[in-house]
């Protein structure tokens, strides 16, 4: 049976609701108001067995610590108003410059250092024939961080009975401005806590990459995987490289395509990344140092999760050539990402 659970937890600065999602197959997924943020997904293995396959923290209280905001790992938020880089904390629309806030090494990363990460959002339950479904809401305010306009979002969160977690992503703006969101869960498909992720076997479906500098900062260009580490064409392990690059879909249409695939042998879990965005950033988790403790008293440490984040390119609204995050009045911003689970035995 379908359903959907509510529970109530004080917070310091306001209050803080725990929402638990569930399917016919017994999938679950624990989402906190703060930060839209996914606590926990369980997905079956190839013998039926579930485990939590994200990082994460039991209470919403853990995620607010001076000790996790110092590190800012990002664990299962929405990410906005831009997700990734905007160089040199600015970007021109029209005649005018937008200063925006800097948190990482001069530039504005993930929306800068109050980003929808680190709000409160409105929630309200949405009703599904083929799973369970919660809305997350807010408005992010004219100036907030720097951007301009008053921007509306709507993200809706979806577990359906065919074990996707389906995010649906909306905006509207009163003035011009510029958006990028995504997700950013960090997967083990072995289960949280059950080490780190190098032998899981990864497809991106990219012919070519974004090159960073050393402040993790797109340089503007787009490469070739070709003979790179990066030649995620076929099937490999993921290994003990450091990734946190932005690979460029091979754009087949402008509708949902499939991103990625990843699969851990031991389990048997497999996971695909369907999404309407135009690149997909892949973040291997070596920066986790285990200085995090996380649920049942698991030590985050390098590679205990990978991300994958549908998104735009970053500092896009410096790179007139990149596909555009402009956002107009009267326009609608709309996006799309499956996270499509399953097992092979």
């Not at 879990?269 to 285990?290: I, Y």
Request: hydrophobic content about 30%; charged content about 25%; proline content about 3%.
């Amino acid at each position: 049976m379908n359903k959907h659970s509510r529970d109530l937890e004080t917070s310091k600065k306001d209050i803080a609701e725990i929402f638990t999602l569930t399917n016919n197959k017994g999938a679950e997924i624990r989402i906190t108001n703060y930060g839209a943020t996914v606590m926990s997904l369980k997905m079956p293995d190839k013998n039926g067995r579930f485990d939590d396959i994200v990082l994460g923290f039991d209470s919403v209280e853990e995620y607010q610590t001076e000790e996790y905001l110092k590190s800012n790992p990002y664990f299962g938020a929405i990410i906005g108003r831009y997700a990734n880089r905007i160089a040199n904390a600015k970007f021109s629309l029209g005649n005018f410059e937008h200063k925006l806030v800097a948190n990482d090494f001069g530039n504005t990363l993930h929306g800068g250092k109050q980003g929808f990460d680190k709000v409160f959002w409105q929630s309200k339950t949405v009703f599904k024939e083929n799973g369970s479904a919660i809305e997350f809401d807010y408005l992010s305010k004219d100036g907030e961080q720097g951007f301009p306009g008053n921007l509306a979002i709507s993200v809706i969160y979806t577990l359906n009975n065919e074990n996707e977690f389906r995010i649906d992503y909306t905006a509207t703006t009163d003035k011009e401005t510029v958006v990028c969101l995504t997700h950013h869960s960090y997967f083990n498909l072995k289960g949280q806590g059950n080490g780190d992720i190098s032998t899981h076997r990864i497809q991106i479906n990219a012919d070519n990459i974004m090159p960073i500098d050393e402040n993790l900062l797109s340089n503007g260009k787009v490469i070739s995987v070709m003979e790179t580490l990066f030649d995620y064409r076929e099937f490999k392990e993921i290994g003990k490289n450091s990734f946190d690059h932005n690979f460029v879909l091979n754009k087949d249409s402008e509708d949902m395509k499939l991103a990625a695939t990843v699969f851990e042998r031991k389990t048997g879990r497999k996971l695909e990344v369907f999404t309407t965005e135009p690149a997909l950033h892949f973040f291997s988790g070596n920066s986790l140092d285990g200085g995090l403790t996380g649920k049942s008293g698991s030590t985050y440490g390098s590679q205990a999760g990978f991300c994958l984040e549908p998104q735009h390119f970053p500092d896009s609204p410096n790179h007139l050539e990149f596909p555009s995050t402009l956002l107009k009045p009267n326009e609608l911003y709309k996006s799309q990402t499956i996270y499509r689970f399953s097992a092979i035995s």
